[in-house]
């Protein structure tokens, strides 16, 4: 709650309240002075703690779950805002959960998941990352398990309307036979 703008008392009644976005809005009458002043406060969800493998707890922090995913994305060819996007939708599903601890491989998972959706590559490169494939066969596997799915697509919505993916899927095979010709 906040002090009286004018005055400083801390103390003030509640005259009305409604909800906005992802807050309440607040009008306030201060019980010293008796001014009239308005308030907005953020709806702040409980903290929410992530396990890691070594069974250490951290509190998970946004900032750094956008870093990581920034960089897995790093010179991809990828839509403004498509990223922070990704996180709020990780950040809205971790909370909505309900959970106070959370392991940090079903974090990792939701970003997989979501970047498996989102860019083949950078897909690969925060999966390498966190899954740690055992080997370079592991992730070979995990390419063409890709590759195969793009050629036929599952039953998964796809991010991009149809024809986009058909463009997507034309150009990539123009490249592969460019370069099966050049040799
Ligand atoms: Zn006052």
Not at 59 to 81: S, V
């Amino acid at each position: 709650m906040m002090n009286c703008p004018y005055c400083g008392h801390y103390d003030s009644k509640v005259t009305d309240s409604r909800d906005v976005n992802d807050g309440v809005r607040r009008r306030r009458q201060c019980l010293s002075c008796g001014a009239r002043f308005t308030t907005y406060e953020r709806l702040q969800p409980a903290s929410l703690f992530v396990i890691k493998k070594d069974e250490r707890r951290e509190e998970f922090d946004r900032n750094k779950l956008l870093a990581g995913i920034r960089k897995a994305c790093e010179k991809r060819p990828l839509p403004t805002g498509a990223i922070e996007k990704l996180v709020d939708d990780i950040e809205a599903e971790l909370y909505r959960l309900g959970k106070a601890e959370i392991p940090s491989e079903l974090v990792g998972d939701m970003v997989i998941e979501q970047l498996k959706k989102l860019d083949h590559i950078a897909y690969i490169r925060f999966a390498s990352v966190y899954r740690e494939f055992a080997d370079i066969t592991a992730l070979k596997q995990e390419v063409d398990t890709l590759l195969s799915g793009v050629e036929a697509p599952t039953s998964q919505l796809p991010l991009l309307p149809e024809t986009e993916l058909a463009i997507k899927g034309r150009r990539a095979g123009r490249k592969r036979r460019k370069i099966r010709s050049r040799r």
